[in-house]
């Protein structure tokens, strides 16, 4: 199993970013995708999932109305559109799936809101 994300960088307060979460190594289309972040000297904490074939997501609620998290099973990849950033959006964001009892992590990639 391999998760590479991509697509964090510097933005302004206000500001959007779509991440990007490409996945390999299992059948993607069968599994629920999840979307994690971890703020400097916070424990990590879920942002928002979706279902095996996008028909349900789940989003935490700081994050709600802003993200949206969306995939594309034609190409393993897991997204998340984020608008409305504000400056506790800062973190470390992560694509995460559960496959045969463990769960699975990318590297991760560093949204940073700052004006």
């Known amino acids: 199993v391999q998760l590479v994300e991509s697509g964090g960088g510097l933005v302004q307060p206000g500001g959007s970013l779509r991440l990007s979460c490409a996945a390999s190594?299992?059948?993607?289309?069968?599994?629920?995708m999840s979307w994690y972040r971890q703020a400097p000297g916070k424990e990590r904490e879920l942002v928002a999932v979706?279902?095996?074939?996008?028909?349900?997501?789940n989003y935490a609620d700081s994050v709600k109305g802003r993200f949206t998290i969306s995939r594309d099973n034609a190409k393993n990849t897991v997204y998340l559109q984020m608008n409305g950033l504000k400056p506790e959006d800062t973190a470390v964001y992560y694509c995460?799936?559960?496959?045969?009892?463990?769960?699975?992590w990318g590297k991760g990639t560093l949204v940073t809101v700052s004006s």
């Open positions: 995460e799936v559960p496959f045969n009892g463990v769960d699975y």
């Open positions: 190594g299992f059948t993607f289309s069968r599994y629920i």
């Open positions: 979706i279902t095996s074939a996008g028909g349900l997501t």
